[in-house]
Structures are given as structure tokens and as C-alpha cells.
């Protein structure tokens, strides 16, 4: 059985009146990717700062490494790397200069931290830039330092809050093939996201997290085959004339949902369900068939889309 290096029991974080975290149960395994995956204000956030040890928790127990993150908080940050959902980085200072300043936190050596910057710059593909100013970076080349700079201390756990929000999906690819990188080099990953394509990426189990309670745990591929039949026919109409389409196709598919904008038609057979609509008269402007995702599932347990 592998380590658990987080344990949280009736994990819960409230802010006056308003519960952000709801009573949570999970475990997070030295070596794997565990995903949080949920829209925003679903409470991902405040989970990593319990974790993290920079928000209190209001009720429960959780553990990290063993140790009590209300007692223990020193302990633990120093066995942690944390990316945060906005790049914190010191913009007057170079590359090479904001992972040395980063190793000085973390009491390590001149020469030690010397080292890991050459290591490190190679990982995020920024050798060329050492001595650049941070402020002349890309939005991609910030956050793979961004990256980078919350591995100089060698952590036991790297956790990282929406790590591509705002990159373009060039950025977003080459930032996921570093993150690759890592994990299979056998670091443990806690990352939070919006993006269920992300999650289905890099993570090997996660949470689906919606009004701070969690409503699914698995792998992402068996929570798709769980809750999602194989195939999505999504069905575009003109305006003004989808609910009149919405009556024709009743029964037509395993499971329906409209949206405001379309029509969801869940389906083992695409094909066969395209032959049945057409037979019964329906001719949308717009016929699109695509594989279940990880947004599908998230809309058959919560009845609303992961990006509102």
C-alpha cells in the first residue's frame, strides 16, 4: 500500500456564515498526480490553503507527512513547493536571481542552490534566459518558472493552483509536458483546475468538487465509463426553434440535457442516434460528435457546466 502523504477526514473551512469547504474525505498517495476539478468557488482553493498550511482549518483533521498542519506549519512548508494561481515573481530580478533568492528561504547552500538553478533552468527550457529580466518574459516562460522556482528545495510534494490559467494553448501544452516530466520522474502532484482536458492529462485520480462538497472520486477515464456513456452528439438549432427540436428527440438517446446554447445527446452508438434523428425530421444547423469528457460527468452530478 502506498504512503499517504495527505489524510483529511470532515475536512472543513468557513468564512463567517459561508461554507467554502464542506466536510471532505480524501487521500493523496506519494507518487501520483491527484487532481482537484471543479468551477471556480467550488472550494479548490481553500483546500490547498489548509493544506499549505496558510489558511486554519475550521473543523476536522487532516495530516500532511504525518504532521498537524496547526502545529506543525513550519514542517511541513518546508517539505512543500507551491505554484500559485497568479506568478508571484520578483520582476526586477533575473531568472537565475529568483530561484537563488528562493533557495536562501529554504537556508540551502551557495553551491547547492548554484547547482539545482542549472538543473532547474533545463527542466523549465529557460537556460537561454538565466540572466534575463523576468519582466521580458512570455506569460508561458513566467509560469514554468514559476514551476521551477517551487522545486528548488527538492519538495516531497509540489502542489499547484490552476497552473495554466490565462496561457494560450501553446503555453498550456508545453507547460503540461513539463509537468509530465516531473511526474513521471516520481513526484507527487496535488493540482487544482477548471480545465477537464488538464485533469484528463496529468492527473491519475482525482475529486470532483462543486459547493465545497466533493460528488465523485475516481481516475478520470472510470469516472467517464462510471457516469458517462461513450459517445456525445451535440446538436446546435437556429434561434428560437430548440424547443420545439427538444420534444421531437425525446427518448432518442441514453440521457438528454439542453443547454442554452445546444443540445446533449449521450449515446454508445453516434451513428445509429444521427440515423434516428433524421428519421424523425429534426435537421439541426449544426451536428457535432465527440467523446464523453470529464465536463460531461460534472454535468450529470451537479446539472451545471465545469465553466459557468
Known amino acids: 500500500m502506498a504512503e499517504a502523504l495527505v489524510e483529511a477526514r470532515g475536512l472543513t473551512k468557513k468564512f463567517a456564515d459561508f461554507v467554502a469547504v464542506d466536510s471532505i474525505d480524501f487521500d493523496i498517495f506519494k507518487g501520483e498526480a491527484f487532481g482537484f476539478l471543479g468551477p471556480n468557488g467550488a472550494g ?91 519582466e521580458a518574459l512570455s506569460g508561458g516562460m513566467k509560469r514554468r518558472l514559476t514551476i521551477a522556482r517551487a522545486l528548488i528545495n527538492d519538495p516531497d510534494l509540489v502542489i499547484l493552483d490552476e497552473p495554466t490559467t490565462g496561457l494560450d ?55 467517464i465509463q462510471t457516469h458517462a456513456p461513450r459517445e456525445v452528439v451535440e446538436l446546435r438549432f437556429e434561434s428560437g426553434t430548440q424547443d420545439e427540436h427538444v420534444l421531437k428527440l425525446d427518448g432518442v438517446a441514453q440521457r438528454t440535457e439542453v443547454l442554452a446554447d445546444r443540445m446533449l445527446l449521450y449515446t454508445d452508438d453516434a451513428e445509429a442516434t444521427q440515423h434516428e434523428i433524421e428519421r424523425r425530421g429534426v435537421h439541426p444547423e449544426q451536428v457535432l460528435v465527440r467523446r464523453s469528457t470529464l465536463e460531461d460527468v460534472f454535468l450529470k452530478l451537479t446539472g451545471r457546466r465545469l465553466i459557468d
Not at 103 to 117: K, V
Not at 191 to 216: F, K, N, P, S
Request: aromatic content about 6%; proline content about 3%.
Open 169 to 223: 494553448p501553446q503555453a498550456r501544452h508545453a507547460l503540461w509536458d513539463r509537468l509530465y516530466r516531473l511526474k513521471q520522474r516520481g513526484a507527487t502532484l496535488i493540482i487544482t483546475t477548471h480545465y477537464m482536458d488538464e485533469a484528463e492529462q496529468l492527473c491519475d485520480r482525482l475529486v470532483v468538487m462543486d459547493r465545497g462538497a466533493i460528488v465523485a472520486e475516481d481516475s478520470p477515464r472510470k469516472l
Open 44 to 134: 479548490k482553493t481553500s483546500t490547498m490553503k489548509m493544506i499549505t498550511t496558510v489558511s486554519p482549518i475550521t473543523d476536522g483533521k487532516m495530516t500532511v507527512f504525518g504532521l498537524d498542519p496547526t502545529t506543525q506549519g513550519r514542517a511541513i512548508r518546508q517539505r512543500l513547493g507551491v505554484v500559485p494561481q497568479e506568478d508571484n515573481l520578483d520582476l526586477e530580478l533575473t531568472v537565475a536571481e529568483n530561484l537563488y533568492i528562493y533557495g536562501r528561504y529554504h537556508d540551502m547552500s551557495r553551491a547547492s542552490i548554484r547547482e539545482r538553478i542549472v538543473e532547474l533552468l533545463d527542466f523549465a527550457q529557460l537556460s537561454d534566459r538565466a540572466d534575463a529580466k523576468v
